[in-house]
C-alpha cells in the first residue's frame, strides 16, 4: 500500500517539524511495516518544463517507423524565447496540447542525461516525456498531455506534477486491512503522534428513499449491505482531474477514464471498493445470490469463468453481470459512451471473497480488501463520495433515489481483566493507558474496577479475543519498552524413557558409523511399485493426502525405505559411493473402517464424537530404517577392505536390540523388497519387529542405487515398549574359559538360528556363547543335508570348570539337537 505523505496530512495534524523518516519509522513500529521510500522525481534534475505543441509533422522513415518532428514553444525556459524542435515518436497528442519537456542539461530518472543531437535528420533539442520516463507510472506508450489549464509554456512542472512529493510504501498484514487505505494509513499517523484525526468517511449522506434503483439480496448472509446511488447526464469524455491522476499516479495506478478514477480513487481514500455500471444496460432490478450449477460469466479481463455454487454473483433480469466483490462482467462495464452510471457499494463476506479469488485465480485491489474485511458502516459514505465527484468533474446530475438494503453487523464485544496487558507484557501499564490506548483505536470502552469490556471498531475485524486487545495497547505503550526478562524455568523430571531410548538409539547407530537423515513421509505408488510390493500386501493400504506437495506422492508413507532408498541413490550419484545411513520416523497405517466424521463448529465434540474421531486417526508407529553399501571396511595401508553385506544390517539390528537391553532372534523369512535368499525377520520373543537382508536386484536397479545395497527396517515402537531403562551389566568370570566345538549335519532347510538357539537352551547355564563358524555342503553330508560347525564357550563364575563339566554340557546340547531337529553328529 502506498501513500503519499501529502495526503497524509489532509487527515491527520501531525506536526510540522515530522519528517517520512520519522513517520515511517513510527508506523513501523505500530505494526505497518515499511516496505520502501519513495521520492517519484528525485533524481530528475531541470529544465523541465511545460511546452506548447505548435506543429507536428508526422515523417516516415526506411525502417518502417513514423517519428513527428515538433516545435514546441516552452516559453523563456530555452534562454531565446524561440520554439524548440524536438523529435517525438509518439502520436498521441497534437497541435495546441500542452506536454511535458526536459531541455538539454537535464537529466531524466536513471542518470539519463538531455542534450541536443542529431538525429532523424534534424537537432532535437529536448525530450517530450512519457508518466514513465519522468518516473510517475508503467506507461511508455504515450506522451503525458497536461490539462489546458495546467500553466504556460516555461513554467516549471515539477510542483505541477508533485516530483517532490515522498510517498511510504507499506506491506501491509492481511489481518490489517483497514491500512489498506488513506483513511486507515492516516488514522494509525495520527496514533503515532497523538494528532487530531479527520475521518474522511464522516460525511453526511441521504436515507435510503425506496426510489433508487430496486436492488433484491437473497444472501444477506454473503451480502450484508447493499447501496446503489445513480448518476445521470454524465460526460464519458470528461477528462480526469489533474490533482487526481496525479495522487493514483503516485499509488501506481495508471488514469483510465473520469469514472473508473473516481471509483478507484475513493477506494484507496477510504479503503471500500466500489463498483460502476453502465446503467443503460442493466435490464430490470439487480439481484445478489449464489450461482447455479454451470452458470458461466465473462469478466472485465475477458475470461470466460465457469462458476461455483459458493460464488457470490449479482444478476439482472438479463443474467449474471458480475462476480460480486471481485470483478464486474464485461456485459455492463462502463465505457466511452456511459453517461448513465449506476454506483455500487456493498459489503461481502470476507471467507466467500477469498474462496472466490483463489477459486477462479483472480487478485484485484478490490478483491484483496474484500477478502480481508473492510468497514461494513461507510457503503453509504462511499457511494456518496464517487457520485459527489462524477457529478462535479463530469457533469452529471446525482439522482435523489437512494437504496440501501441491509445493515451493517453489529459490533462484537471482548471483556478483559483492566489489568491484563500489564500482566501479559510485564510492563507498567496504568488501567487509564490501557482505556486510552483502546479508545485511541475507535474501541468504545465501558471500564469497571476490574474489568472492562471494549466494542471493537466496525473497521477491526481482526480483533475478536482478549488478546488481541492486548497486543494493541501494547503497540501503542512501545514494544521496544517491554521488558527483557528470563521467565523461571518450571523444575521438570527430564526426559521420558521412550525419549532416552530414542537417543541412546541414535548414540549406537552413530557409534556404528551411521548417520541420520529426514526424509519426506510421502510416497506414490510408483514407490511401492519399485519395492516390488504386491497389491495385496498391507503396505499397500496408504492414507491419501486431500493436498498433496506433489502429485507424484499423495501418499502418507507406510514404509521408510523409499525415502532412505531416494537419499542413498542422490549421495550416490554425487559421488559418494560408501553408505552407512539411517531414519527414525513414522509411518501411517490407516484403518479399513470409516473416516473421520465432520463436525460442528458451534460446540465442542461430544464423548462419543471424540471416539469416533480417535477410532478414524491412523496408526502412526515408530520405525528405524538403516542401509549400507559400498566398503564397510575400506583398504588402504593397513590392508584390504570388506564390502557390506546383509550380514551387516543384521549385526547392526542386534547391536540396537542390545543397547536397548534386548535380544533379537533372526529367521529366515522372503518378503519384498529383500533378496528371498537373503532376508531375515528379526523376532523379539515371539513377535516379529522387521526384516533385514539385501535388497533384491530388480529394486537396486528401480532406485539407482549399488548392487547388493542391504537394508533392514524396525518397528521401534515395538523395542521401545520392551527396552531396558537400566541396561543389566554383564557377569565376569576371572575363571577360565573351557571350549568345545560340535559340527552337526541337519536338513538343508533348517535355520542355522534356530539349531544355535537349541544348543544353547541344551547346554544350560554353563554356555556362555554359541558362534556358528563353519557351513559345509556336499557328497559327504549327502543330498538336502547340510552341516553346521558351531564354537561353544562354557565358563562358571565360582570354579573353573573341568573335562567332566563341558563334556557333559556338550553332550547335552548336541542330544537336544537330535531330538529336536533329527540332527547327527559329524565325527
Given at each position: 500500500m502506498?501513500a503519499p505523505?501529502?495526503w497524509?496530512?489532509e487527515?491527520?495534524d501531525?506536526?510540522d517539524?515530522?519528517t517520512t523518516e520519522?513517520?515511517?519509522h513510527?508506523?513501523t513500529?505500530?505494526?505497518?511495516?515499511?516496505?520502501?521510500?519513495d521520492r517519484?522525481g528525485?533524481?530528475?534534475?531541470?529544465?523541465l518544463?511545460?511546452?506548447r505543441?505548435?506543429?507536428l509533422e508526422p515523417?516516415p522513415q526506411?525502417?518502417g517507423k513514423?517519428?513527428n518532428?515538433?516545435?514546441v514553444d516552452v516559453?523563456d525556459?530555452?534562454g531565446?524565447?524561440?520554439?524548440?524542435?524536438?523529435?517525438?515518436?509518439?502520436?498521441?497528442?497534437?497541435?495546441?496540447?500542452l506536454?511535458v519537456v526536459?531541455?538539454?542539461?537535464?537529466?531524466?530518472?536513471?542518470g539519463?542525461?538531455?542534450?541536443?543531437?542529431?538525429?532523424?535528420g534534424?537537432?532535437?533539442?529536448?525530450?517530450?516525456?512519457?508518466t514513465k520516463?519522468l518516473?510517475?507510472?508503467?506507461?511508455?506508450?504515450?506522451?503525458?498531455?497536461?490539462?489546458?489549464?495546467?500553466g504556460q509554456?516555461?513554467?516549471?512542472?515539477?510542483?505541477?506534477?508533485?516530483l517532490?512529493e515522498?510517498v511510504?510504501?507499506?506491506?501491509?498484514?492481511p489481518?490489517?486491512?483497514?491500512?489498506?487505505?488513506?483513511?486507515?494509513?492516516?488514522?494509525e499517523?495520527?496514533?503515532?503522534?497523538g494528532a487530531?484525526?479527520r475521518?474522511?468517511?464522516?460525511?453526511?449522506?441521504?436515507?435510503a428513499d425506496?426510489?433508487?434503483?430496486?436492488?433484491?439480496v437473497?444472501d444477506?448472509?454473503?451480502c450484508?449491505?447493499?447501496v446503489?446511488?445513480?448518476?445521470?447526464?454524465?460526460?464519458?469524455?470528461?477528462?480526469?482531474?489533474?490533482?487526481?491522476?496525479r495522487?493514483l499516479?503516485?499509488l501506481g495506478?495508471?488514469?483510465?477514464?473520469?469514472?473508473v478514477?473516481v471509483?478507484?480513487y475513493v477506494?484507496?481514500?477510504?479503503?471500500?471498493?466500489?463498483?460502476?455500471y453502465?446503467?443503460?444496460?442493466?435490464?430490470?432490478?439487480?439481484?445478489?445470490?449464489?450461482?447455479?450449477?454451470g452458470?458461466?460469466?465473462?469478466?472485465?479481463?475477458g475470461?470466460d469463468?465457469t462458476?461455483?455454487?459458493?460464488?457470490?454473483?449479482v444478476?439482472?433480469?438479463s443474467?449474471?453481470i458480475?462476480?460480486g466483490?471481485?470483478?464486474g462482467?464485461?456485459?455492463?462495464?462502463m465505457s466511452?459512451?456511459?453517461?448513465?452510471?449506476l454506483i455500487?457499494?456493498?459489503?461481502w463476506d470476507?471467507?466467500?471473497?477469498?474462496?472466490t479469488g483463489r477459486?477462479?485465480?483472480?487478485?484485484?485491489?478490490?478483491?484483496?480488501?474484500n477478502?480481508?474485511?473492510?468497514d461494513p458502516t461507510?457503503?453509504?459514505?462511499?457511494?456518496?463520495?464517487?457520485?459527489?465527484?462524477?457529478?462535479?468533474y463530469?457533469?452529471g446530475?446525482i439522482?435523489p433515489?437512494?437504496t440501501?438494503?441491509?445493515?451493517p453487523p453489529s459490533?462484537?464485544?471482548i471483556?478483559?481483566?483492566?489489568?491484563l496487558?500489564?500482566?501479559?507484557t510485564?510492563?507498567?501499564?496504568?488501567?487509564?493507558?490501557t482505556?486510552?490506548?483502546?479508545?485511541?483505536?475507535?474501541?468504545?470502552?465501558d471500564?469497571?474496577?476490574?474489568?472492562?469490556?471494549?466494542t471493537?471498531?466496525?473497521?477491526?475485524?481482526?480483533?475478536?479475543?482478549p488478546?488481541?486487545?492486548?497486543?494493541?495497547?501494547a503497540?501503542?505503550?512501545?514494544?521496544e519498552?517491554?521488558?527483557?526478562?528470563?521467565?523461571?524455568?518450571?523444575s521438570?523430571?527430564?526426559?521420558t524413557q521412550d525419549q532416552?531410548?530414542?537417543?541412546?538409539?541414535?548414540?549406537?547407530?552413530?557409534?556404528?558409523?551411521y548417520?541420520?537423515?529426514i526424509?519426506?513421509?510421502f510416497?506414490?505408488d510408483a514407490d511401492l511399485?519399485?519395492l516390488?510390493?504386491e497389491?495385496a500386501?498391507?503396505?499397500?493400504?496408504?492414507?491419501?493426502?486431500?493436498?498433496?506437495l506433489?502429485?507424484?506422492?499423495?501418499?502418507?508413507?507406510?514404509?521408510?525405505l523409499?525415502?532412505?532408498?531416494?537419499?542413498?541413490?542422490?549421495?550416490?550419484?554425487?559421488?559418494t559411493?560408501?553408505?552407512?545411513?539411517?531414519e527414525?520416523?513414522?509411518?501411517?497405517?490407516?484403518?479399513?473402517?470409516?473416516g473421520?466424521p465432520?463436525?460442528?463448529?458451534?460446540?465442542?465434540?461430544?464423548?462419543g464424537?471424540?471416539?469416533?474421531l480417535?477410532?478414524?486417526?491412523?496408526?502412526?508407529?515408530?520405525?528405524?530404517?538403516?542401509?549400507?553399501?559400498?566398503d564397510?571396511?575400506?583398504?588402504g595401508?593397513?590392508g584390504?577392505?570388506?564390502?557390506?553385506?546383509?550380514?551387516?544390517?543384521i549385526?547392526?539390528a542386534?547391536?540396537?536390540?542390545?543397547?536397548?537391553?534386548?535380544?533379537?532372534?533372526?529367521r529366515?523369512?522372503?518378503?519384498?523388497?529383500?533378496?528371498?535368499?537373503?532376508?531375515?525377520?528379526?523376532?523379539?520373543?515371539?513377535?516379529?519387529?522387521?526384516?533385514?537382508g539385501?535388497?533384491?536386484?530388480?529394486?537396486?536397479r528401480?532406485?539407482?542405487v549399488p548392487?547388493?545395497?542391504?537394508?533392514?527396517?524396525?518397528?521401534?515402537?515395538?523395542?521401545?515398549?520392551r527396552a531396558?531403562?537400566?541396561p543389566?551389566?554383564?557377569?565376569l568370570s576371572a575363571?577360565?574359559?573351557a571350549?568345545?566345538?560340535?559340527?552337526?549335519?541337519?536338513?538343508a532347510?533348517?535355520?542355522?538360528?534356530?539349531?544355535?538357539?537349541t544348543?544353547?537352551?541344551?547346554?544350560?547355564?554353563?554356555c556362555?556363547?554359541?558362534r556358528?563358524?563353519d557351513v559345509?555342503?556336499g557328497?559327504?553330508?549327502?543330498?538336502?543335508?547340510?552341516?553346521?560347525?558351531?564354537?561353544?564357550?562354557?565358563?562358571?563364575?565360582?570354579?573353573t570348570?573341568?573335562?567332566?563339566?563341558?563334556?557333559?554340557?556338550?553332550?547335552a546340547a548336541v542330544e537336544?539337537?537330535v531330538q529336536?531337529h533329527?540332527?547327527?553328529?559329524r565325527a
Open positions: 502506498k505523505v501529502s497524509i496530512r487527515y491527520a501531525l506536526p517539524g515530522v520519522d513517520l515511517a513510527r508506523l513500529a505500530l505494526g505497518l511495516k515499511l516496505e520502501s521510500l517519484p528525485h533524481d530528475i534534475t531541470g529544465p518544463v511545460i511546452g505543441v505548435l506543429t515523417e526506411k525502417n513514423t517519428i518532428w515538433c516545435t516559453g525556459a530555452n531565446t524565447g524561440e520554439p524548440q524542435g524536438i523529435v517525438c515518436g509518439a502520436h498521441n497528442f497534437a497541435p495546441g496540447d506536454v526536459v531541455l538539454p542539461g537535464g537529466v531524466l530518472p536513471g539519463f542525461e538531455i542534450s541536443a543531437r542529431k538525429t532523424y534534424h537537432v532535437s533539442a529536448g525530450m517530450i516525456c512519457s520516463e518516473g510517475l507510472g508503467d506507461d511508455h506508450d504515450g506522451i503525458l498531455v497536461l490539462p489546458a489549464d495546467a509554456p516555461g513554467d516549471d512542472v515539477f510542483d505541477l506534477l508533485d517532490r515522498e511510504i510504501e507499506f506491506e501491509i498484514n489481518d490489517r486491512a483497514y491500512a489498506m487505505s488513506l483513511r486507515g494509513v492516516a488514522r499517523s495520527a496514533l503515532a503522534y487530531p484525526f475521518d474522511p468517511a464522516l460525511r453526511p449522506t441521504p436515507a425506496g426510489n433508487g434503483y430496486p436492488v433484491v437473497d444477506p448472509e454473503g450484508p449491505v447493499f446503489a446511488r445513480t448518476v445521470t447526464g454524465f460526460d464519458p469524455t470528461a477528462p480526469t482531474p489533474d490533482w487526481m491522476s495522487r499516479l503516485l495506478q495508471r488514469p483510465i477514464s473520469l469514472a478514477d471509483t478507484n477506494m484507496f481514500e477510504l479503503g471500500r471498493p466500489i463498483h460502476g453502465d446503467a443503460d444496460k442493466l435490464t430490470g432490478p439487480i439481484r445478489v445470490r449464489r450461482a447455479a450449477e452458470e458461466h460469466l465473462t469478466t472485465l479481463d475470461n469463468r462458476l461455483s455454487t459458493e460464488d457470490l454473483v444478476t439482472d433480469d443474467g449474471i458480475g462476480l466483490g471481485v470483478m462482467g464485461q456485459d455492463t462495464e466511452d459512451t456511459t453517461t448513465h452510471v455500487e457499494a456493498a459489503h470476507a471467507v466467500s471473497m477469498f474462496r477459486r477462479h485465480k483472480l487478485t484485484s485491489e478490490a478483491g484483496k480488501r477478502e480481508r474485511g473492510v461507510i457503503c453509504e459514505a462511499a457511494a456518496d463520495r464517487v457520485v459527489e465527484l462524477l457529478a462535479e463530469g457533469g446530475t439522482e433515489g437512494v440501501v438494503v441491509g445493515q459490533q462484537p464485544t471483556t478483559i481483566p483492566i489489568d496487558p500489564a500482566r501479559v510485564g510492563m507498567d501499564i496504568a488501567s487509564d493507558t482505556i486510552a490506548n483502546l479508545e485511541a483505536i475507535g474501541c468504545e470502552v471500564a469497571g474496577a476490574d474489568e472492562l469490556t471494549a471493537v471498531p466496525p473497521w477491526r475485524p481482526d480483533l475478536s479475543d488478546f488481541d486487545l492486548v497486543e494493541e495497547v503497540r501503542i505503550v512501545g514494544y519498552d517491554v521488558p527483557s526478562i528470563l521467565p523461571p524455568a518450571p521438570g523430571g527430564g526426559l532416552s531410548m530414542r537417543r541412546r538409539v541414535g548414540r549406537t547407530l552413530a557409534g556404528e558409523g548417520v541420520e537423515v526424509n519426506f513421509p510416497i506414490g511399485d519399485r516390488g510390493i497389491a500386501d498391507s503396505r499397500r493400504t496408504t492414507l491419501r493426502l486431500a493436498n498433496p506433489r502429485n507424484e506422492e499423495p501418499y502418507m508413507t507406510t514404509t521408510l523409499p525415502g532412505l532408498l531416494r537419499t542413498v541413490a542422490r549421495n550416490v550419484s554425487r559421488g559411493s560408501d553408505l552407512a545411513l539411517f527414525t520416523a513414522p509411518v501411517t497405517l490407516p484403518h479399513s473402517g470409516a473421520a465432520i463436525l460442528p463448529v458451534d460446540r465442542p465434540p461430544t464423548e464424537e471424540w471416539d469416533d480417535n477410532k478414524a486417526l491412523p496408526d502412526q508407529p515408530l520405525h528405524l530404517a538403516f542401509a549400507l553399501c559400498g564397510r571396511d575400506r583398504s595401508w593397513w584390504d577392505g570388506r564390502p557390506a553385506s546383509w550380514s551387516d544390517v549385526e547392526t542386534r547391536v540396537v536390540a542390545d543397547a536397548l537391553g534386548l535380544e533379537l532372534s533372526v529366515q523369512a522372503s518378503l519384498a523388497p529383500w533378496h528371498p535368499g537373503r532376508c531375515a525377520e528379526l523376532v523379539l520373543g515371539e513377535t516379529p519387529v522387521g526384516h533385514a539385501e535388497l533384491h536386484p530388480r529394486v537396486c528401480a532406485f539407482g548392487a547388493r545395497t542391504s537394508v533392514a527396517e524396525l518397528d521401534l515402537d515395538a523395542l521401545l515398549a531396558v531403562a537400566v543389566r551389566a554383564p557377569q575363571y577360565p574359559v571350549k568345545e566345538d560340535v559340527a552337526l549335519i541337519v536338513d532347510d533348517l535355520p542355522s538360528a534356530d539349531l544355535a538357539a544348543l544353547r537352551e541344551g547346554a544350560g547355564p554353563l556362555e556363547s554359541v556358528l563358524f559345509y555342503t557328497q559327504q553330508v549327502g543330498e538336502g543335508r547340510k552341516s553346521l560347525a558351531f564354537a561353544l564357550r562354557f565358563r562358571a563364575p565360582d570354579r570348570l573341568t573335562e567332566k563339566d563341558t563334556a557333559a554340557a556338550r553332550d537336544l539337537a529336536r533329527g540332527a547327527e553328529q
